[in-house]
């Protein structure tokens, strides 16, 4: 089991800037990938940005050049830095952890934390 933590959301102005944390606890060893996602109001949840074990990142179009992703060699900690917000970027942001331990492959959601950029 992992359990998954989000934080750092808010309000923010266009071309602000905010940094988002996920915490994992539990059994972290059997986490593999990460990733961030987001759903914005009346959407369907997509994928923002993407990381694996040896940190190699991937993102959205709509991200790529605004939006780094990283973990932290302990394993536990995953970063979303957002910069020059636009108001379609207001979502909420969900933290997902990839798990394989054994015959066990399962993943692991937060349960988000709201950004939110006005105009």
């Known amino acids: 089991q992992v359990q998954l933590v989000e934080s750092g959301g808010g309000l923010v102005q266009t071309g602000g800037s905010l940094r988002l944390s996920c915490a994992a606890s539990g059994d972290i060893f059997g986490i593999n990938a990460m990733a961030w996602y987001r759903q914005g109001p009346g959407k369907q949840r997509e994928l923002v940005a993407h990381?694996?074990?040896?940190?190699?990142?991937a993102y959205a179009d709509s991200v790529k050049g605004r939006f780094t992703i990283s973990r932290d060699n302990t394993g536990n900690m995953l970063y979303l830095q957002m910069n020059s917000l636009k108001p379609e970027d207001t979502a909420v942001y969900y933290c997902?952890?990839?798990?394989?331990?054994?015959?066990?492959?399962?993943?692991?959601w937060g349960q988000g934390t709201q950004v939110t950029v006005s105009s």
């Open positions: 997902n952890a990839g798990y394989h331990s054994g015959y066990i492959f399962d993943e692991y």
């Open positions: 990381i694996t074990t040896r940190g190699r990142a």
